[in-house]
């Protein structure tokens, strides 16, 4: 079964072919690290990472790239006012108390944290914007260079009417912004449009970050940066792009004006977008207080887990209401699914093709994930033998990533927990390489040894 996935920009369904049949590029666009990320933006990096294990589950080598944007987000917001306002980190560090690089150490540490803990697959690589500052000047020279650039007062623009497929994301053409967008237009601007692909540091003081350029002192604009890295890691065209649904109309548009205008080649063949986290069937906003956290969840009881599971219960493109009783709901799913695993006794046997086929049927259209999670249920309804439902499940779970192996209930000999035991005794005697054969015979008779602080844990293989 082939995989099919939406594409923004064809606003169709289609068949997903890399460009290069073994390995997959695919490039999201991470958070902002100015502060804690809402469980709003781990929506969109939790869609990122099923499609990163439905290819995997594909058997693709995938090569994702993450950005880490540390500088140059503006606090206007992400689409018509993306260059008005302060950079977002400038302002955190003044609010704080530190300095810039701080303030992104600190919340990049913290998303990292969190990404594991909701299981989220580490990328191939997260890229910071600032470690990038060479390749966004020398994109701005090119864009210069190609006529595709113009300076005023406050920086270093692009020129949408140049580039005549501007709009082809958005539907927006040069000249017109979103309706509704409070804009207080830079009269200076060519047409409203336009956006910093450069900016100039303020005449009357000194920011945390900024660089030196061929135009002055200043800091690159927010779109830039990731066609600078999209490009720099994964080469001018890759297979896939994400982000959150509001950066489609203005930051991802200007992502492929600047690129293709650089290069002359397509940037990005299939563009997908996840749809918002609602919250009580409103806005989240930092503002109405209900820009949840994971530690607003765990505060209350939950675990990461629970939440990726209610992630599960819509599709990636449809908006999802958060509410506390639909987050309990998902809770008690879990448990019951992590209770139903414990219960079941044998763990050998055979994958179910049946339902292989329909969860593959749902995941493979368009991360039809819902639907994915309803098989799985059907599958514990069925009266299959348990280990078949085991192994089905555990295969499933190579794109749930809900931690299902942990919870079979097996039980481990008595003479597999000796020799860890024995094991362990080498270990703090220091005798590395006896430790490191009874390792792999523990590995031989199918089970592992995780070492932990003072003993260690004993766990099936699957
Ligand atoms: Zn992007
Ligand atoms: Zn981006």
Redesign the pocket.
């Known amino acids: 079964m082939e995989l099919e996935l939406y594409n923004s920009l064809t606003r169709k369904i289609e068949e997903f072919a890399p460009i290069n049949p073994n390995l997959v590029t695919m490039y999201t ?2 958070p902002t690290v100015y502060n804690y990320v809402t469980i709003g933006n781990y929506r969109t990096y939790n869609f990122a990472d099923i499609l990163y294990r439905a290819l995997q589950y594909k058997k693709y080598d995938v090569k994702h790239v993450m ?1 880490l ?1 540390d500088v140059g987000h503006l606090t206007g917001d992400n689409e018509g006012d993306a260059d008005v306002g302060e950079d977002r980190l400038e302002k955190a560090a003044e609010k704080e108390g530190k300095s810039a690089t701080e303030i992104a150490d600190f919340y990049i540490e913290d998303f990292l944290e969190g990404s594991r803990s909701l299981n989220l697959l580490k990328p191939y690589k997260f890229t910071r914007a600032t470690e990038y500052i060479q390749q966004q000047i020398d994109l701005v020279r090119t864009l210069e260079r190609e006529g595709y650039a113009y300076k005023i007062t406050d920086g270093i623009y692009f020129d949408t009417s140049k580039f005549k497929d501007y709009g082809v994301l958005s539907g927006l053409r040069p000249g017109e912004i979103k309706e509704g967008a409070r804009v207080a237009i830079n009269k200076e601007k060519k047409n409203p449009t336009d956006f910093a692909l450069w900016k100039f540091s303020p005449k009357d003081s000194t920011r945390w970050q900024e660089w030196d350029s061929p135009w002055g002192k200043g800091f690159p604009g ?2 830039l ?2 066609s600078a890295m999209c490009m720099a890691e994964l080469g001018e065209t890759v297979d896939l792009h994400l ?1 959150g649904e509001d ?1 489609k109309m203005i ?2 548009q200007n ?1 492929i004006a600047q690129s293709e205008a650089a290069t002359g080649k397509k940037f990005v063949n299939y563009w997908m977008h996840g749809a918002f986290l609602k919250v009580d069937n409103g806005r989240m906003s930092k503002s109405l207080g209900n820009a949840y956290t994971l530690d607003d969840i765990k505060a209350k009881g939950f675990t990461p887990l629970d939440l990726r599971y209610f992630y599960l219960s819509a599709h990636y493109r449809s908006a999802l209401n958060f509410t506390w009783e639909a987050l309990a709901a998902s809770q008690v799913a879990l448990k019951r699914l992590h209770n139903t695993l414990s219960g079941y006794k044998e763990v050998g046997g055979n994958l179910s093709s049946d339902f292989v086929y329909k969860f593959e049927e749902a995941v493979l259209n368009d991360l039809n994930m819902p639907k994915a999670v309803s098989v799985m249920w059907d599958l514990i309804k069925t009266d299959l033998p348990e280990g078949d439902k085991v192994q089905t499940l555990i295969h499933f779970d190579q794109v749930f990533g809900l931690d299902l192996q942990d919870y079979v209930g097996y039980e481990i000999p008595q003479d597999i927990i000796d020799l860890a035991t024995t094991r362990e005794q080498y270990r703090k005697s220091g005798i590395w390489d006896k430790a490191d054969m009874i390792r792999r015979q523990i590995e031989g008779r199918g089970f592992e040894v995780e070492d932990q602080m003072n003993s260690f844990k004993l766990k099936k293989r699957f």
């Open positions: 666009c991470g950005n944007t927010w779109h940066e990731c982000g950066l930051h991802h992502e």
